[in-house]
């Protein structure tokens, strides 16, 4: 991989880092007066609507066989539900700490690698998961005598992207990016708008739908437009420079959510809070160490083999 490929990347996965937050800000925004329900609906909307256009100007093929559109729709099941969790967390707790329960999702995925692929996982990143783990702990125990089981849904959120990211891990090697999103967006606004419409007049809170007005309307249009650029940020990212490398650089964007949280919503992680931030990032980044000295003992391995045959 030549350095001229890895900035690129490198340089799109930070602009994912400072956009996907602007996400988080307007959807925290939104539900001042907009149920959870219709800010999730509102950010599959949009992102259909952007990429339609944009799908059809680069002439991708939009069809699919049965196996894909099966994998479409549990991407967007996963998708779906993890959106909801977590704006449905951050309508109430603080974005940073919504943001660093649901950093524990890289060691779900890493587990799960091993459980459904059979990935190589050894005994030390095995550990540092369960470290990450309590790192999420220090962060969840006082958030939880705040906001209560609310603060659950920042880990329902990385479970559920896991999954997501499982899936989206099968489809890549046969599906374009925007296709991928387009289709992800327009099945989302098919699972969404029938709960949307039968809760009309219910009285939920989460899902009984209200008429923006005013500003709100912007908020909402943020929603799926932040969502839409950051996402394909980091997918053009990650053809540019592999995962291992950009993974690092992931970690930024507590930093930029900390600084959005503070600057305004006056929202500032505890001290606890930060405990848990630094665990969960000492253990994530531990991880990534690990896993390039894994490649590339595999790669000298494989050359060696080669080199003797």
Request: some cysteine.
């Amino acid at each position: 991989m030549t350095q001229d490929r890895i900035l690129p990347g490198a340089m799109l996965m930070i602009a994912f880092c400072v956009l996907a937050p602007l996400l988080d800000v307007a959807s925290k925004l939104a539900t001042a007066t907009i149920p959870v329900g219709q800010v999730t609906l509102a950010r599959f909307v949009v992102q259909a609507a952007l990429m339609l256009p944009v799908a059809l100007l680069m002439r991708v093929p939009l069809r699919m066989g049965r196996r894909m559109a099966w994998l479409t729709l549990w991407r967007a099941v996963f998708l779906v539900l993890s959106t909801y969790c977590f704006i449905a967390a951050i309508s109430v707790m603080p974005i940073a700490d919504a943001l660093a329960i649901v950093f524990v999702e890289p060691f779900i995925l890493l587990v799960l690698g091993r459980l459904l692929f059979g990935d190589e996982v050894g005994p030390r990143r095995i550990a540092a998961s369960v470290v990450g783990f309590g790192g999420a702990l220090l962060v969840i125990q006082p958030a939880f005598v705040t906001f209560g089981l609310v603060t659950l849904y920042p880990l329902g959120t990385a479970f559920l992207f896991a999954f997501y990211m499982l899936i989206t891990r099968a489809m890549s090697v046969g599906q374009h990016p925007v296709t991928m999103q387009l289709h992800t967006a327009l099945v989302g606004v098919a699972l969404c708008l029938p709960v949307i419409w039968l809760a009309q007049g219910s009285g939920l809170p989460e899902l009984d739908p209200v008429m923006p007005q005013g500003i709100v309307w912007l908020w909402l249009f943020g929603v799926g437009f932040w969502a839409t650029v950051s996402h394909m940020c980091m997918t053009y990212a990650l053809k540019f420079a592999p995962s291992a490398t950009l993974a690092p650089l992931h970690y930024f964007e507590i930093v930029v959510a900390v600084a959005l949280g503070y600057a305004i919503f006056d929202d500032f992680p505890n001290p606890m809070t930060w405990a848990g931030i630094t665990v969960i990032t000492g253990s994530g980044l531990y991880i990534i160490w690990r896993e390039r000295i894994t490649a590339r003992q595999r790669r000298t391995a494989e050359a060696l083999a080669d080199a003797n045959f």
